[in-house]
């Protein structure tokens, strides 16, 4: 089955890059997706097919993919970053969906 | 503005049955493919299901293949999640939300929490 994999944690200090990784043997041929999900919320979306940002979401967030791994980047972090990541991805030939492992990321 | 809210979670006993409901408002609900997503608690997200716009397609994760049945109804505007032979792994906050493009999820409910215990 597919799946995508990402690093339990990332922390990093106000204002520091923070820069979350996904990887998967099928992102060379499908595009990522990424979402945040603060502490009793829903998921709210971040980036979408690679690099593109929702509106309504700052543009500290980018997304970027090369070869098999994808990465969400928040560039000069605040606190109100802290969250969990997770990518997300899709598998046309089964048609399932998969999400990633999720990643805590941490701003302090 | 797109609103998704879903109904029906509770205590199941093992075994069990329960029908997830979610009531979408804010756009033309019977264009656009759905989803429901699970999050086991402490744990990260997993697609369980999605159908077509028109009900014609449907696809299941592996481990609720055969007990669970996604549907819809266009005009009340509704999806629905049918659960049986339920276990405790089903255990969950379960998400509706809208797909776009038919491959990804941009608006998600606020959840419903269905535990499966005895």
């Known amino acids: 089955s597919y799946e995508l994999t990402q690093p339990p944690s990332v922390s990093v200090s106000p204002g520091q890059t ?24 829903a998921p709210v979306l971040v980036i979408y097919e690679d690099t593109k940002r929702p509106s309504g979401i700052p543009e500290r967030f980018s997304g970027s993919s090369s070869g098999t791994m994808a990465t969400l980047t928040i560039s000069g972090a605040q606190v109100e970053d802290e969250a969990d990541y997770y990518c997300y991805s899709t598998d046309s030939i089964s048609h399932h969906w998969v999400f990633g492992g999720g990643t805590k990321l941490t701003v302090l | 503005e797109v609103q998704l809210v879903e109904s029906g979670g509770g205590l199941v006993q093992p075994g069990g049955s329960l029908r997830l409901s979610c009531a979408a408002s804010g756009f033309t609900f019977s264009s656009y493919w759905m989803s429901w997503v699970r999050q086991a608690p402490g744990k990260g997200l997993e697609w ?68 499966v215990s005895s």
């Open chain 1, 18 to 41: 923070a820069r979350i990784t996904c990887s998967g043997d099928a992102l060379p041929k499908k595009n990522a997706y990424w979402y945040q999900q603060k502490s009793g919320q």
């Open chain 2, 48 to 115: 369980v299901a999605h159908i077509k716009h028109d009900g014609t397609e449907k696809y299941y994760v592996d481990s609720v293949k055969g007990r669970f049945t996604i549907s819809r109804d266009n005009a009340k505007n509704s999806l629905y999640l049918q659960m049986n032979s339920l276990r405790a792994e089903d255990t969950a906050v379960y998400y509706c939300a809208r797909v776009v493009s038919g491959s990804y999820l941009d608006y998600w409910g606020q959840g419903t929490l269905v535990t």
